[in-house]
């Protein structure tokens, strides 16, 4: 088995296990590819961490135990809003903390593109998963490889700390996440956002996430599939499927899904329709939430798809699973790695909001 000398933990949920019988094999679904990596049974300290002496680590490739000696551990906790990066590697281990440093701040949604072993060379230009969310010693976001590097630098100059656990000696790096929900764009849209999510009984976390994973709060936004708006509306499919609903013709108009108040007032209708009509036979209203948002990317077939082709089978399975496998299935498996990345990206948006 291949050597790992790095760890990735990325992010720590609470999870916990259905006790019921579901037709999906429960060993691959609790160590599925689940955004290509779980981990289980961590503490949110991560002094505790390498107090445990060893980490399960499970991904697409490897499963394997390993000791604390010569790794280099990026955790991204959402929840204390900070990323804590450390190495026990004592050749050089300001290079590594260098390395680590650069891939969290740079990297995919996906990680499809963190290796000690390179040099970046697989970093897309995509925005990185944490964009908007760490600013540099200068206020500024990080999003390309230079800026991260010198932000880098800027840390292990100013922020490095050690510490021992036994005789192991850790250099650690504390990088805070910046979680400003104050933002002015937002603020503009709030009225709008209020009575839609009274009038549809939606969450007004769940519809400022949606908003801001969809358009950043532009109101003008167009996307190269002809969504339109603050929460990208395409007329042929979710606006028509609105305007039905509401028991009129045909669809909105351009001028209508770039005004942003009814725009708002579509998309959150649409999310409505999504939870209340398509995906009702959905038991658990967390698993609801998690395949609304799902749908609302991708599409329902392509949602329910990754439980079975079979959409009766695929509400039976998804109504005999824990909502936190839920999620963790539809992150592993969607057929789509935009669907993947978009309900991560909306959970932990808005959970924010709601915070």
């Known amino acids: 088995m291949k050597n790992i000398s790095f760890l990735l933990i990325i992010i720590f949920l609470q999870t916990s296990c259905s006790n019921s019988q579901n037709k999906l094999d429960q060993h691959q ?22 107090k445990n002496n060893k980490i399960l680590i499970i991904d697409s490739k490897n499963l394997s135990k390993i000791t604390y000696n010569n790794i280099t551990l990026i955790h991204i906790d959402f929840i204390f809003k900070n990323i804590i ?13 260098h390395k680590a440093i650069v891939i969290a701040l740079l990297m995919n949604n996906d990680f499809s593109d963190f290796d000690l072993n390179n040099q970046y060379s697989n ?24 800026r991260a590097n010198k932000f880098a630098d800027y840390l292990l100059k100013t922020k490095l700390k050690t510490y021992f656990i036994n005789i192991n000696q850790v ?46 709060f532009n109101p003008r936004a167009i996307s190269n599939s002809k969504a339109l708006g603050l929460m990208q509306i395409v007329q042929n499919t979710a606006g028509r499927d609105v305007f039905k609903m509401q028991g009129k013709v045909g669809r909105p108009t351009k001028n209508m899904l770039l005004n942003p108040e009814k725009n708002i007032d579509i998309g959150t209708a649409y999310l409505s329709l999504l939870r209340d009509n398509y995906l009702s036979s959905i038991n658990n209203p967390i698993s609801k939430k998690y395949a609304t948002i799902a749908s609302y990317h991708g599409g329902v077939t392509a949602m329910l798809s990754v439980f079975s082709r079979d959409q009766m089978k695929a509400f039976q399975i998804i109504n005999h699973l824990h909502p936190d496998d839920v999620y963790q299935y539809i992150c592993a498996h969607h057929s789509s790695l935009e669907s993947r990345r978009y309900l991560f990206k909306v959970y932990h948006l808005e959970k924010a909001y709601y915070n």
């Open 85 to 97: 990066i450390e190495t026990t590697m004592h050749r050089n281990p300001i290079a590594y903390l």
């Open 171 to 216: 250099w650690s790096i504390k990088i805070p996440l910046k979680f400003d929900r104050s933002n002015k764009r937002a603020h503009k849209y709030l009225n709008f956002i209020y009575k839609s999510a009274k009038k549809y009984n939606i969450d007004k976390s769940l519809i400022l996430a949606i908003i801001e994973a969809e358009s950043n």
């Open 29 to 50: 679904l609790k160590y599925s590819n689940s955004l290509n990596i779980i981990v289980q049974n961590i503490s949110q300290n991560s002094d505790n961490i390498w």
């Open 123 to 146: 970093f897309s230009r995509k925005e990185p998963l944490l964009y908007g969310q760490v600013v540099d010693h200068h206020g500024i976001p990080v999003r390309h490889q230079w």
